[in-house]
């Protein structure tokens, strides 16, 4: 790899407990998020994205107001979205917004945009679920014409036209970061390539490597519409301990809670052990262990799918404060140094080499 390979936190402000197993309020979690990025940005994480979810089990229904907190109390680490989901907002707005958060935090704003998970956003704002694609993709177009920061005359079927509207504020760089998150979708992959958008994609089951096609045709995309090669991003979960047990035990309860109840909701059946200790194992999804363990992971994922960013999503149901703080601090001390070590050796090393060593 060339490049340095970027680090990076995601969170959706999970709504989690205190000492005994008690829910925390909304206000609290959010203010806990907060300090969360103020830790990330004080041990080097390069960025951290906060999602939008309209739910109980999560905090967080407008990112930019705490992500502009969190550029009050930082210096150095980016700010963004993860996702913004875009289907049910305007993207006037939503470029307002943002272009705003990158006046306040001096240029380290960014965007990703999705269709989201879940669902509970189209009833909330107005919009029918069988616009599902029309949405998101008349929406992704108009977005795409104001990050030129030029006066755009647009119309569609989905929001009132604009014609030669100049958008404010403009970014003092005159381009806002913005990438397009896909969940494993070929056509949404085509998209982020159609629009010139770096490709966030979304890896919460299976090998990683499995997503090594898509890779694929976003670099095939790019090249049949004659743009050069963009970044590419992964989002996954994990969690980090001082060793592969002790990170398991902390994390198995509360993935289990969190994957039962949103596997109730969509028909899945209820996770055991087997499966967790399967995802959490070289082979799966989640990037759980010790910063040995964790960094070969990811640079394994790394090599593997050409990227230019990883994020991990530290955050899982009711998985506490403190054992959140504890796993960002190991993420910056010990995961991402690790993770550069690994690249700049040239070596694809195997991260069942640093699960053995573990005790």
Known sequence: MHHVLELGIDTFGDVTVDGEGRPLSEPEVIRHVVDEAVLADSVGVDSI?????????????TPEMVLATIAGRTERIRLGSAVTV?????????????ATLDAL?????EVILGRGSFTESFPLFGYELTQYEELFEEKVDLFVRLLAEQPVTWSGHTRAALSDQQVFPRTESGSLSTWIGV????????????YGLPLMIAIIGGESARF???????HRALDKF???????????PGHIAETDELAREQLWPHMKRMR??????????????AEFDQQAGPDGSLYVGSPETVAAKIAATARTLQLHRFDMKYSAGQLPHDLLLQSIELYGTGVIPRVRELLADGVGHDPRHAAAAQP
Do not use: N
């Open 183 to 194: 969940g494993g979708s070929p056509e949404s992959v085509i998209r982020a390539a159609r």
């Open 49 to 61: 994205g906060v999602g939008e979810h309209h739910r109980a089990d999560f905090a967080v229904s």
């Open 226 to 236: 004659e743009l050069p090669r963009l970044p590419i991003g992964v989002h996954s």
């Open 260 to 273: 039962d109840r949103i596997g109730a909701e969509r028909g899945w059946g209820p996770m055991d052990r």
């Open 105 to 109: 935090s001096a240029g380290r704003a």
């Open 86 to 98: 875009l289907s049910s907002d305007d993207p006037v707005r939503v470029f307002q917004r943002f």
């Open 212 to 218: 090594a096609p898509l890779v694929d045709l976003y």
